[in-house]
């Protein structure tokens, strides 16, 4: 029998930091601040999943969701509210609520907030012993702020020039369609 795991109460939210299940409330969990990246949740404590990353991020427009890149593992992503661009292969897409993204291993990818507001993507990928990511540099992505300035394997090199995140939700919580 798995047992359910408890929930601790930090100064920012909820968190599991042990193996077993539990339930928790995105707008009840551990939130980060990243600034120009935008918010995002893991439901994760000191403990990472094993086979799989769920996290929730929130972009304002012109926001980007981290770096332009590629990984060995695969990942989906459901665009909850708002608009972003996804930039995906040397192609832009517009995305709207209730979009699919399915994103193979390998495939270059990057979703920047668009549109007049937040946008919510929740996102789901294969965590991997062997995880490879490559952060290539992108013209494409360049334009949106989403480009490492020199293709890498290293994501402190491709992330150097952005703070650590501050812990905390977003100004506009209230606002959000599950708030």
């Known amino acids: 029998m798995v047992p359910e795991a408890p929930l601790r109460e930090t100064k920012h939210g909820l968190v599991a930091d042990v ?14 601040d990243y600034g120009p990246l935008g918010f995002f ?7 990472p999943f094993r086979q799989l990353g769920f996290n929730i991020n929130i ?11 590629r990984e060995n593992a695969q990942e989906a992503f459901l665009v909850l509210a708002g608009t972003c661009v996804l930039l995906v292969e040397g192609e832009e897409r517009t ?7 399915h994103c193979p291993a390998g495939t270059e990818h990057v979703f920047v907030g ?4 937040p946008c919510a993507v929740l996102m789901v990928g294969a965590r991997t012993e062997d995880e490879q990511l490559l952060y290539p540099v992108s013209e494409l992505a360049a334009r949106y ?3 490492a300035e020199e293709t890498t394997p290293d994501a402190s ?23």
């Open 41 to 47: 949740c893991n439901f994760e404590g000191k403990r």
């Open 95 to 101: 995305l709207r609520a209730w979009d699919f993204f």
């Open 145 to 147: 702020g989403a480009s």
């Open 19 to 32: 193996e077993g299940w539990f339930v928790l409330n995105a707008r009840d969990s551990r939130w980060r």
């Open 114 to 117: 668009a549109g007049d507001g």
């Open 59 to 69: 972009l304002e427009p012109g926001q980007v969701l981290g770096r332009y890149h």
């Open 157 to 179: 090199q491709a992330y150097a020039k952005f703070e650590r995140p501050r812990r905390e939700k977003p100004p506009y919580w209230s606002e959000l369609p599950w708030a």
